[in-house]
C-alpha cells in the first residue's frame, strides 16, 4: 500500500540520499581521504549508507514493478531505458563540457581525439574504466574521469539477479 501512494516521500528520500553521495565523495576529492567523511567513524561512511539505501529502496520498487507486470522482457526494457539514456547523456556531457575544461589537452586537439568522441559509448560499457585525453590527469585521483560510475555495474547484476529468481 505504501508503494501505491504517490505521496510515500520515496523520491524525497532518494534525492537526500544523492545528495549524501555527492557529500561524501566531495570530501574524497578534496582532502584525498575519507576521514573527514561525516561518519568516517562508523563502519559505513556516509557515501555508502546513501548507496546501501538505494539499493534497498531499488529492490522494493523492482518488487512493485514486476509484481504489476511479472513480464521479464517488459521488466528488463523499462531498466535499460532508466539506465541508458541518462548514462549517455551525462557521457556526452562528461566528454564535450567537462572534459574540455579539464583537459591538458589543446582545446581543439582534444575535440579531435577519437576518445573523445567514443567517451559516452565507453562509459555506457566500461564505465568508471572509460577514459578521456588527459582529463582530470593531476589531483587526488589522476585519470579518474566519473569514477562514481562504478555502481552502475552493481546495478545491473542486481536487475539480473532479480530477473534470474522472478523466472524462477
Given at each position: ?88 547523456v551525462?557521457?556526452v ?6 572534459g ?69
Amino acid at each position: 500500500d505504501v508503494l501505491d501512494d504517490p505521496e510515500n516521500s520515496f523520491s524525497v528520500v532518494r534525492l537526500l540520499c544523492a545528495l549524501a553521495v555527492v557529500v561524501s565523495h566531495s570530501f574524497l576529492l578534496v582532502t584525498g581521504s575519507g576521514a573527514a567523511d561525516p561518519l568516517a567513524w562508523a563502519s559505513y561512511n556516509l557515501g555508502q549508507v546513501a548507496v546501501n539505501t538505494f539499493f534497498f529502496l531499488s529492490g522494493l520498487m523492482l518488487s512493485r514493478s514486476y509484481s504489476l507486470r511479472p513480464d521479464l522482457v517488459t521488466f528488463f526494457r523499462a531498466r535499460a531505458l532508466r539506465i541508458l539514456p541518462a548514462l549517455i547523456v551525462s557521457g556526452v556531457v562528461v566528454a564535450l563540457l567537462i572534459g574540455p575544461l579539464r583537459t591538458h589537452h589543446a582545446f581543439a586537439g582534444y575535440y579531435e581525439e577519437l576518445r573523445t568522441w567514443l567517451y559516452p559509448l565507453a562509459s555506457a560499457v566500461f564505465f568508471e574504466r572509460a577514459t578521456l585525453p588527459d582529463v582530470f590527469a593531476f589531483g587526488v585521483r589522476p585519470g579518474e574521469v566519473n569514477l562514481p560510475l562504478w555502481t552502475i555495474k552493481y546495478e545491473l547484476l542486481a536487475y539480473a539477479s532479480f530477473g534470474v529468481a522472478a523466472a524462477l
